[in-house]
């Protein structure tokens, strides 16, 4: 929740620089103007047609990939877009950038030594995670390392990172990226397009290697099973093709189309595929609006290095940042898109924009009235306190224990009344713990254990019909749920 709250801060703060800086004082988005509204209309659809409106617009706890936080990524790229004007701005904040990079992957270090925990995550909460972040960073750092050998430890220091991550998919990424590099720094046109192929072959290689060899099974993961996701998925995505089934509410529909409990225990809640899971939670409006504006993007970021000798004569980063995205979504297209990564990828990007010649005229339109600004000013502040700063504060609440205050805090958040639901449960009050998990389960809870929760509680306040129909809503969550199974046939035949 932390790393969210700072995203959506940082997307309301974007907004309020929209509003006052002049804009002959910031770059237009030029070519990118058309597809970055779309991309933020495709998102509001979604919502407004989504299965869940309300877990949309706050988002899963587990996750939080909401409305606003995908607005917040669109808004963290104009952000850079719109203020970063000479190339040392733009290096001071790569610079940042792998300075944090290298914090965590040095954790991740300090993790691999001690022991704990077992997959290195760089306090970043997944190793997925860790790997996505260094996917992006090492390119970065690479050519950065071919012009001065001092980001050559820098580069070290990430790579060690990322190798103790073991996230394959980081792996590849951060292989893919440099792999991009060497195309973009060949001068002629015939040279650049054999490099480009050399490097797609090698990709290729590479992961046939990674899958055939030892590495396939790391984790006693082989994978399989997101193959099998990503089949088990296409009926759902068929189900709602035009605006998909919203944000963040894949884990109420995904386990009904599951074929096989392709992992024992876990509970899918995301397609683990980039583009799957965009089709699912915006459909195609969704995935037109992201291809135009991301190929509109990669084109104009490509031509601008590759045809303007100045970009080359001022030292620009574009190659590593045409490296880091390639990374972000070679690791991307194997998991899923995920704040603490997406929001430094969406980042990014708008540096690389802020660098392409032709989008640096002043924005020709009339600038917002005063009383506009303000009101727009008022509304970016209170969607920071509701959205970020009080939710915020409910987790730190539930981090104490005090489920009371988090429950009042953000009472939208279902795992907070699920939270104190089971509390109540566990002191012998089922009535006030059912409706506790009822209000979780109106809130978007998808967790079948959630639901097996619910039926006990309606089981010890003697409800019999209802209890029933919780533990089958558990099932219809996940058919693969042992204990809601065992409980259904239990108390079906003991009242029968």
Same mark, same amino acid.
């Given at each position: 929740?932390?790393?969210?709250? *700072? ?72 952000? @850079? ?95 893919? !990226? ?65 605006? !998909? ?37 915006? !459909? ?15 084109? !104009? ?11 080359? @004569? ?7 940042? *045409? ?26 990007? %708008? ?6 010649? %032709? ?29 970020? %700063? ?40 089922? @009535? ?11 809130? %978007? ?52």
């Amino acid at each position: 929740m932390p790393r969210t709250a *700072l995203l959506i801060a940082g997307g309301a703060g974007a907004a309020i620089v929209g509003l006052w800086v002049p804009a002959e004082r910031r770059r237009a988005l030029g070519n990118l103007l058309l597809p970055a509204l779309a991309v933020a209309a495709a998102a509001v659809i979604a919502l407004l047609a989504s299965t869940s409106p309300v877990l949309s617009l706050v988002g899963s706890y587990s996750r939080y990939e909401s409305l606003p936080v995908r607005l917040s990524y669109l808004l963290l790229f104009c952000l @850079a877009a719109w203020l970063l004007r000479a190339p040392a701005q733009r290096r001071l904040v790569l610079t940042v950038f792998l300075a944090g990079c290298l914090v965590a992957a040095l954790e991740a270090l300090y993790q691999a030594l001690t022991g704990f925990p077992s997959r290195p995550d760089g306090n970043l909460g997944h190793s997925n995670l860790l790997g996505a972040l260094l996917a992006m960073a090492i390119p970065i750092a690479a050519v950065r390392g071919l012009r001065s050998g001092r980001w050559a430890l820098v580069l070290l220091g990430l790579a060690a990172g990322l190798a103790v991550s073991a996230s394959r998919s980081g792996w590849l990424g951060a292989l893919a !990226g440099c792999a991009l590099v060497l195309p973009l720094s060949a001068r002629s046109l015939r040279a650049r397009r054999l490099l480009l192929a050399g490097a797609g072959a090698g990709l290729a290689l590479a992961a046939v290697v990674l899958v055939l060899s030892p590495l396939g099974a790391l984790h006693n993961d082989t994978g399989a099973a997101r193959l099998h996701v990503w089949l088990d998925s296409l009926p759902m995505l068929a189900a709602r093709p035009l605006a !998909g089934w919203g944000p963040d509410s894949q884990g109420l529909v995904l386990g009904r189309y599951l074929t096989g409990d392709w992992e024992p225990g876990v509970s899918f809640d995301r397609i683990h595929e980039l583009g799957l899971d965009l089709l699912a939670t915006q !459909g195609l409006l969704g995935l037109a609006a992201c291809a135009w504006f991301w190929v509109a993007w990669a084109r !104009g970021c490509w031509r601008a290095w590759t045809g303007s000798p100045a970009l080359r @004569a001022a030292a620009e980063e574009l190659p590593g940042l *045409l490296g880091a995205a390639a990374g972000y979504l070679v690791v991307t297209a194997l998991n899923f898109d995920w704040a603490p990564a997406t929001g430094p990828a969406w980042l990014l990007a %708008g540096v690389a924009w802020s660098a392409v010649p %032709g989008t640096n005229a002043p924005l020709r339109r009339l600038s917002a009235s005063l009383p506009a600004r303000l009101a727009g000013t008022m509304g970016a502040l209170l969607a920071a306190l509701f959205l970020a %700063g009080l939710p915020l504060a409910a987790d730190l609440a539930y981090f104490r224990g005090d489920l009371r205050s988090a429950v009042s805090l953000d009472p939208l958040q279902a795992q907070y009344h699920r939270a104190l639901g089971e509390r109540l449960l566990a002191s012998g009050h089922p @009535a006030e713990s059912a409706g506790e998990l009822e209000l979780a389960a109106s809130l %978007g809870e998808y967790d079948s254990q959630a639901f097996v929760e619910l039926g006990d509680a309606y089981r010890s306040s003697g409800e019999r019909t209802a209890a029933l129909r919780a533990y089958r809503r558990a099932l219809e969550l996940n058919r693969f749920d042992s204990s809601a199974r065992q409980r259904l046939a239990a108390y079906s035949s003991s009242s029968s």
